[in-house]
Each structure stands twice: as C-alpha cells, then as structure tokens.
C-alpha cells in the first residue's frame, strides 16, 4: 500500500496566508444547524468567473424564497481561492459552509471525511439528469460529494474572419504545428492584434492545466509507472519550448500573468486570433452582450501532436459543504438550488440560453433553445463524454486526471513547476533550468509521499 501525505502537512509546508473570518450569524448555530426559526448566514467561497458573478446576482432570489437564510460571500480570484479553501478544510478552520471545488478535490477531499455526501437530494433534484462523466468525477466509492455548477472540457476558439482575409483554413483536428502556422500569420503586433493567447498565470490549475493536455498531446506524461517523475524528458521539453516560443512570439506582452479571465478579457475585445482554453468561455465569447468578436469566432478542438488520440480536459467547479460546517440543512439547501434545472431556467430567463452554466445536465443539451443559443453544445457535450481521465496519455500511468495528476501532492507539485515555467516564460530562467527544477521538486514530493521507493 503506497503511503501518502497528510494533505494537512503538504498545506501547511507549500502554502501561506493566514485564515481571515467571514461573517457571523445572528445566532451561534450549534452542531447540525440552528432551528428552523433563526436566521442562518451561510458562507459561500467562490472563484470570481463570470458564471460564479451571476450566480451571486441571482442568488437574492434564493434568499426571497428562504427568508431565513442569507448569504456571505466570498469571491476570490481562482489561485487565491483554492489557497483559502484548501488551507481552511485541512486545519478544520470551519470558515466556509459552501466551497466551490473541482473534480481534483472532490474525491480526495472526499477520502479525508472533509466533505458532505450529497444524498436525499430529493426528486426534483433528478440527480440522474447530471451528466456522467462529471458525476462520476465528483464521486468516491460512488457516492457524490459535490454537485456541479459547470463542467467543461477545453477547445480552440479563433477569429474566423481573420483565417479568410489570409486564406486559412482551421483544420477539423488542428496540430500544434498548425496551430503555430496560423499564429505567425494572424499576429500583428504594431495593431495590437497577437496570433494567440494561453494561460500563463502560474498555478496547478492555471498553466499547468493547459500544460499538461498539451504535454499529454506530444506524448508525454508527469511520471512513469513506477512514479519516477518525466519533466525533463524529450516531451517535456518540446512541450513547453513549444509553448514559450508560441507566446513569445505570437502572444501578447505580460502573457506569465494571464490566467482564463485575463485571456477571456482579451479575446472578447479582439485583441487574440486565438484562444485554447476551458469550453465553459464560449457562453461569453457568442454572446454579443459580452463579447465584441460573438459574430466572428468559431471553434475546433483541443490540438493534438504525437498523439493524435489526445483529448481536451475533464472538469467541473463544483459546489460542496464540507464537514466542519454547522449549517448542513442550509448549506446543502442552497447548493441544490444553485445547481438545479430551476436555477438553470432562472439564468435563460434572465441573460439568455447562452449564458446558462454548461456542462452539467443532459437536459440542458437536450434543449431546443439552448441548441439554438449554443451552436457549440454537440461538440462540448461529445468531448466531454469521450475524454478519459483514466487513461490520459499514450503511455501507461499510475495516476488519473488529463490536465492534473489525481493525487493529494499534486496541488503543491503543480505550483511549484508551474511557477518555474511561468519564470522562464518571462525570461527569469531557461527552460532547461525550470524543467531540472520542477523534476527535482517532483521527485522530492513523490518521494516523501511514499510514492517512489
């Protein structure tokens, strides 16, 4: 049996920032959740994407329709988030009654008794119409512990009116190789107009969630059967130079500081040719309200190099209540509501079909109008079925995840190279120096963790 890190230890020794309070209620709960008469503030952590922003704004009519339940809420930036979250849950600070998790956390965290399973959720809920693949992400030992808010696999959005004025043509399946053609003829500096935009924010879930499908794309995987780390292997090493020179290049100026907001913010203003990132963008990038190219772009997948079976990446935020809460009733209340066909109706009525959160139920896809608002939806809800975490490379692994390797060290392995290749993306460090660093501190966590013997 493999040892493994306290996740509490791996927290404490990679991470700071102290635990900040975050509301009171108006009567101390006890243990299972005041009475149905006293008012209960629940605390809700969250990433402050757009889909997260609107689910905020319509949350008053949750607390219309439950008077006694208010809401605190704490918006965070996507890094800073998964800091304050991770670090609350693995001291048991109890800071939170609802997290916004993804399918890295949900079954680890789920191991750990850290969080609530989501049972009895009642009929209306028709936990059956969550679509399986996200289900089954969220789950341990088949049960499920968090309910999704979004789900998402990654593709590639372009500016197709761009491609016609040089006489391109996006391929069905593009190649990186093709994808670097097509950024070299679509940059106009003097213009402001760069041929690509990537995500190059460090962190696990930032760069290095598009790093690894891309790693995974030219063959190569983040460790070995034996668990012996492969950063600095051939695949490796053409991934990320590839990368670097792609952004370096073609992309925009303060690319290590862009992470999916600041990529999101840039392509709808038109400043991109090209964007590979999380599907979940192409709600806004159609949507003329928000976005200044919706009658321009379109869309291919993720793409591929030596290995042509590679996919795009499986994830969800995902809505969770962990065990230290005192406000189970209420907290469990909310979140089925946030993630309900009720609350689902509520966002087409209020912003339009297109802007409904993606990814999470078959009946959403099997909508008329939201087919007709989403000319993407056939494409993310058949890449999101095909996409296998549990066979993410061309080459056998010891780990499940596409863009993240299913264990607890991962989260501060992750960080710590993606803030190398963030380094030698803006000119601090060569990518061999970051590749030799990031294997070093790989080795050194497997092994601590009881990985590698």
Not at 363 to 386: D, G, I
Request: hydrophobic share 40%.
């Amino acid at each position: 049996m493999i040892r493994k890190l306290s996740l509490i230890a791996t927290v404490i020794a990679t991470m700071s920032g102290a635990l900040v309070g975050c509301g009171d209620d108006k009567k101390t709960a006890a243990a299972g959740g005041a009475a149905p008469t006293d008012t209960q503030t629940i605390t809700v952590a969250t990433v402050n994407n757009g889909d997260m922003v609107v689910m905020q704004e319509l949350s008053k009519q949750f607390e219309t329709a439950n008077p006694n339940i208010k809401l605190n809420w704490v918006v965070l930036e996507e890094n800073a988030l998964r800091q304050k979250v991770t670090t609350d849950i693995a001291a048991k600070g109890g800071q939170f009654d609802v997290l916004t998790i993804g399918t890295y956390e949900a079954p680890i965290w789920a191991k750990k008794g850290w969080l609530t399973e989501m049972k009895d959720l009642g009929a209306a809920y028709e936990v059956d119409d969550l679509i399986k693949p996200i289900r089954d992400a969220l789950s341990s030992d088949g049960k499920l512990y968090a309910l999704p808010f979004y789900g998402e696999t990654s593709m590639t959005f372009y500016r197709k009116d761009l491609l016609a004025e040089k006489g391109l043509k996006m391929p069905e399946k593009p190649t990186y190789t093709d994808i670097e053609n097509i950024a070299k003829a679509l940059t106009n500096k003097e213009k402001g107009q760069f041929g690509i935009c990537l995500r190059g924010k460090a962190g696990w879930g930032e760069n290095m969630a598009f790093l690894s499908t891309m790693v995974n794309a030219n063959g190569g995987r983040w460790f070995d059967e034996k668990w012996t780390p492969e950063l600095t292997s051939p695949e490796w090493k053409k991934t990320v130079t590839t990368y670097i020179d792609l952004l370096k290049n073609y992309g925009p100026p303060g690319a290590s500081s862009n992470g999916f907001n600041e990529n999101l913010a840039l392509m709808s203003e038109g400043k991109c040719a090209m964007w590979i990132d999380a599907s979940v963008a192409a709600g806004m990038l159609y949507d003329p309200k928000t976005s200044k190219i919706a009658d321009k772009v379109a869309f291919a997948p993720s793409p591929v190099g030596d290995n042509p079976q590679a996919s795009g990446w499986l994830w969800s935020w995902a809505l969770a209540v962990p065990t230290t809460s005192t406000k189970q009733d209420a907290a469990k209340k909310f979140i089925t509501w946030a993630t309900s066909k009720e609350y689902i109706a509520a966002v087409a009525k209020a912003k339009g079909w297109g802007s409904v959160p993606p990814g999470t139920r078959q009946s959403t896809y099997a909508n008329p109008e939201y087919q007709k608002a989403a000319p993407y939806a056939s494409f993310v809800l058949s890449s999101m079925n095909t996409v296998d975490p549990m066979h993410p490379t061309s080459k056998p692994v010891p780990y499940t995840g596409v863009q993240y390797v299913g264990i607890p060290e991962f989260q501060a392995i992750g960080t710590q190279v993606g803030q190398s290749i963030s380094g030698a993306l803006a000119g601090k460090m060569s990518v061999d120096e970051a590749l030799a660093a990031s294997q070093e501190a790989a080795k050194k966590a497997v092994e601590q963790g009881g990985y590698l013997k």
